[in-house]
């Protein structure tokens, strides 16, 4: 009995990759994205050393590389902390790690793995195109059947696209991010680990005020925590965070970022390119962290941020998914080359990623917690910041330690993922 496709929709960084994975071992994929193309106004581009690995048992690492027409790439040069105008600690890249941290061009990667996988005859790529309701087996609506204890239910068998096609398949796959629509289809609920807060993401013309090392800078003053690092293609990247609305007040964005910054970037954010470059509202990122209780449930999994949307803290976002889809892609072709003709084997195999998989989300999803309680700390309370400010040559090399202490496992991950052949 042929098995029908696997469908996976979403095509980020972690649908894109698996994907090609699947496809490239002779499984038959069909990937859904419902953008037209992969120039979203924001996408993550931070890969650790863990997310670089992951790029090179794919065999993708060269599209950094390549002589001619290489993903634009751009390494971070050091970690630096800035508080209320005074340097805290600073941290060199790579950290001990083979690779330094680098940002990478989403847009171009994507397309770059896409057009691959458009190579293996069992690919099928649809863009432009939305899910608006799965099938259910033996059902004679699209309502989620109650989701029996053990992950047991009705299983699904489809996808219904916004076209009116009806895809049939073995396992439909969301890869579609924190929002999923995957997930609220399915009925598979998120626990919400933290109340969502906001970052807003400037795009900015490059200055040589900015090393070329092109360090990640925080900066703290006042009630303002931002960064400042230079992005994959060159760009000076912003990134401001707000835990309320009074950002919408703001009418004068170009003085608000000099005036909690230091004498040398701030004459950036005043100089006339920047005033006219900002003049409009900066990009909102609403952030919401969490996990899946069941990954999956007979005929359907998640995987990334559908399954645990990350804190940005750290770039863990795209990491972790590339390390869901290789490890998915270990469970799954194992489960399809079973012999097996139904499709009781694939739902197991969903079901041991999510065991797999578990121990590293949650302890990574802990670490980020307790990075962002720390600089919480240090937004609400003034005297903390005039202390660390004050005794920053004491105290800098203790606060270095510590912070050096989480990134181990942040940069590194705390499991073995290995992509079978």
């Not at 900066?219 to 009074?246: C, H, M, P």
């Not at 999956?296 to 998914?321: E, K, W, Y």
């Amino acid at each position: 009995m042929e098995r029908k496709p696997i469908a996976i929709v979403g095509a980020g960084p972690t649908g894109a990759m698996l994907g090609l994975l699947l496809a490239e071992r002779g499984i038959p994929v069909v990937v859904i994205e419902a953008s037209r193309n992969f120039r979203r106004v924001f996408r993550g581009e931070g890969l650790m050393p863990s997310g670089l690995e992951a790029l090179a048992q794919m065999g993708l690492l060269p599209l950094l590389t390549e002589a001619s027409n290489p993903v634009p790439n751009q390494p971070i040069g050091s970690w630096d902390f800035v508080i209320e105008g005074r340097s805290i600690f600073s941290v060199d890249e790579p950290m001990g790690n083979d690779r330094p941290c680098t940002l990478v061009a989403q847009p171009q990667l994507l397309e770059a793995v896409i057009d691959r996988a458009k190579a293996c005859a069992n690919f099928r790529f649809i863009s432009g195109e939305t899910v608006q309701s799965l099938a259910w087996e033996d059902c004679a609506t699209s309502e989620p059947p109650e989701l029996e204890a053990g992950g047991g239910s009705a299983r699904i068998s489809g996808c219904i696209l916004s076209s009116g096609e009806t895809l049939e398949t073995s396992l439909v796959i969301g890869c579609d991010g924190r929002t999923s629509t995957v997930r609220k289809l399915a009925d598979l609920s998120l626990d919400e680990s933290s109340k969502p807060f906001n970052i807003l993401w400037f795009k900015l013309p490059d200055t040589d005020r900015l090393p070329a090392s092109n360090p990640f800078t925080v900066f703290v003053k006042g009630d303002a925590v931002f960064s400042v690092f230079r992005s994959s293609e060159g760009l000076i990247q912003v990134g401001w965070t707000v835990q309320n609305d009074d950002w919408k007040g703001v009418t004068d964005w170009s003085e608000t970022l000099a005036a909690a910054s230091p004498p040398w970037l701030a004459e950036y954010f005043r100089s006339q390119e920047i005033v006219e470059t900002i003049a409009d509202r900066p990009v909102l990122l609403t952030v919401t962290v969490g996990y899946a209780t069941h990954w999956s449930r007979p005929g359907c999994l998640l995987l990334g941020d559908a399954a645990h949307p990350m804190s940005p803290i750290r770039a863990q976002g795209i990491n972790m998914g590339l390390r869901d889809a290789i490890v998915a892609t270990n469970h799954l072709v194992q489960a399809w080359n079973s012999g097996i003709q139904d499709s009781r084997d694939l739902d197991q195999a969903a079901v041991q990623i999510q065991a797999d998989r578990e121990p590293e989300i949650r302890r990574i999803q802990a670490l980020q917690a307790q990075e962002a309680a720390d600089g919480a700390k240090l937004h609400h309370s003034a005297a903390l910041r005039a202390v660390i400010k004050a005794l920053a040559p004491a105290i800098g090399i203790g606060l270095k330690q510590k912070w050096l202490w989480r990134q181990r496992e942040l940069r590194s991950g705390i499991a073995v993922v290995k992509l079978e052949s």
